[in-house]
């Protein structure tokens, strides 16, 4: 087993490095997807129809199912090409550098340089980060996933029991340092509903005292 010296010397590799998947891994992220696929296929814009957030979920429910593929692949692929070029940049034996790749896109796609800085939740993003930095632990989740969905027909169900099934079956497969990472990217998307349930908050509260006045 690792000592935790050993964990964060194999985490990554040279700054320049770092640097490098942080901003491209940012750039990637930053790519306003849903929005554009939106405004091509209905002329509207996500962050003011729906639950306000410019990503699959919503797009679904505005543009529909199949409108919305687009969005779902484009937004796993983000995290997948920004983890994909951490792998590749890395030295062997260096684990980190995908999670600090994805989790720049991540952070690109809820806080998008493209699109005024109003982005997701990044959670596809994130499914497209853990399937290159954790491909086992990705691959059970997923079929746990597809176990409920069979049971309960809901996807929104399969999704939610499939993510929180990832840290403990990547605790098995990869050990604590790995599902660490792992946790810190799934920390930012529980951040990033936090700031969603404030921001609907507070626009009820001012829809509410709007309709009061006289």
Do not use: C
């Not at 030295?91 to 999670?99: E, H, Q, R, T």
């Not at 491909?135 to 996933?145: N, R």
């Amino acid at each position: 087993m690792l000592s935790p010296m050993d964990a964060i010397s194999d985490f990554a590799s040279t700054p320049v490095d770092v640097l490098v998947v942080l901003v491209v891994g940012y750039l990637l992220g930053s790519i306003p997807i849903a929005n554009l696929v939106a405004a091509r296929r209905s002329a509207v814009d996500l962050r003011d129809v729906g639950d306000r957030n410019p990503g699959f979920w919503n797009a679904r429910e505005t543009m529909g199912r199949m409108a919305a593929v687009p969005v779902f692949v484009g937004d796993v692929a983000k995290g997948f090409v920004a983890a994909g070029l951490g792998v590749l940049l890395a030295d062997d034996g260096v684990w980190g550098l995908p999670y600090v790749a994805g989790g720049a896109a991540m952070v690109g796609h809820a806080f998008p340089i493209f699109a005024q800085f109003v982005g997701g939740r990044s959670i596809l993003t994130f499914v497209g980060t853990v399937i290159v930095a954790t491909p086992i632990a990705t691959a059970i989740s997923i079929g746990i996933l597809l176990v409920v969905f069979a049971t309960t027909r809901s996807l929104a169900w399969g999704a939610r029991v499939g993510m929180v099934a990832l840290p403990f079956v990547q605790l098995v497969v990869d050990g604590p340092y790995r599902t660490a990472a792992t946790g810190v990217l799934m920390t930012f998307i529980g951040v990033r509903f936090g700031q969603a349930a404030i921001a609907d908050r507070r626009r009820a509260d001012r829809d509410g005292s709007s309709a009061t006045q006289p």
